[in-house]
C-alpha cells in the first residue's frame, strides 16, 4: 500500500507565495517522477510540473517561471514552490508519483488525495 500525503494549501492574496509538499509513504522500492497537477470545476486535471529522479524538470506553460518544483529522493518528497500567484491559479492541486513496487517491481501511478488553492484578487 502506497500513500501520497499533501499539505501547504490554503488562500492566499494574489501576488503572494505558497509551498505545497507531498510526501509518498507505504510499500515503495523506488520512486520515479513525481509531479504536481491542478484541476478546477468542469475542466481537466492539468499539469503543473514534473521532476524526475535524476531531476529534471517540465512545467506547464501558464507556470513558467513562477514555480519550482524540488524533489529529495532520500526522503520521497516533492515540493511546489509558487510565487507569484494569479486568480487563475486557484484550483484544487494533486501530488502525483510513479512508483515501483518491491519484489515484482511493477511501477503504479498514484495521486494524493487533492489540497485546495484558493487566490485572492
Known sequence: QVQ???SGGGLVQA???LRLSCVASGSIFSVNAMGWYRQTPGKQRELVATVSSGGSTNYGDSVKGRFTISRDN???TVDLQMNSLKPEDTAVYYCNALIMAPITYSVFQYWGQGTQVTVSS
Open 4 to 6: 501520497l500525503v499533501e
Open 74 to 76: 532520500a526522503k520521497n
Open 15 to 17: 501576488g503572494g507565495s
